[in-house]
């Protein structure tokens, strides 16, 4: 298993990044696209991103990242790439050991983590360290850069985790909603930024909260 470490500091970073960060739109129940709803969510999270100037929208290959990453893209005009990678996927970034977690709830988490696809068990810390590599940290050159992660729940909590400096394991337990905002700002010389975690404020009522285990939604 791969030891998750801080990105470390580029010399030739001289600019600030802003990195958005959302999950995919609410899925079908065999996760193959999007809702309606899912797709409404989109679209409503690319008119709220309307006007910043993205160099990129990065997106996971699984089509209901894939999808909303294209209907966010159409709700801001079109004209930043998009950019489909497996570091931007669904995977689990870090699997704790024993004593890294409360005693009360250790078995529990290692066996429902257990349950999870070997590829993503044994392939994701790997991805988690590349993730980290190309989407976190300053930028080279005298603009700031911002750019559009459209992923899923892991990723974005794994990657919130790393800006906040939190142990590897503090990972599990961040949930975020389908189409919800985060943004993290990476600034030379000064520790990330979290700006914005979880904001729904785009969405009416009836379209947040969406993604998250019945008994955490409010």
């Not at 392939?123 to 700031?144: H, I, K, N, Q, Y």
Request: no cysteine; proline share 11%.
């Amino acid at each position: 298993m791969i030891t998750p470490t801080t990105r470390t500091a580029d010399t030739d970073a001289t600019s600030a990044r802003h990195l958005y960060i959302t999950r995919h739109g609410e899925a079908t129940p065999d996760e193959s696209g999007l809702t309606p709803g899912g797709r409404a969510q989109a679209a409503l999270l690319g008119e709220r991103l309307r006007g910043i100037p993205f160099a990129a929208i990065h997106h996971g290959p699984l089509p209901r990242a894939e999808q909303t990453a294209t209907l966010m893209s159409d709700a801001l005009d079109g004209n930043a790439p998009l950019i489909r990678s497996a570091p931007a996927g669904d995977y689990l970034p870090y699997i704790p050991r024993t004593e890294e977690l409360p005693p009360e709830t250790a078995d529990a988490t290692l066996e429902r983590l257990a349950r999870f696809p070997d590829a993503e068990r044994e392939e994701g810390p790997a991805l988690a360290a590349e993730a980290l590599s190309r989407f976190t940290g300053p930028v080279p050159g005298d603009t700031p850069r911002h750019e559009l992660l459209v992923t899923h729940n892991f990723l974005t909590a794994w990657l919130v985790r790393a800006a906040l400096d939190a142990p590897p394991a503090r990972w599990l337990g961040l949930n975020h909603g389908n189409a919800a905002l985060t943004v993290i700002r990476y600034t030379p010389g000064r520790p990330a930024a979290l700006v914005l975690y979880n904001d729904m404020g785009h969405l009416p009522e009836a379209l947040r909260w969406t993604g998250f285990p019945p008994g955490l939604r409010t």
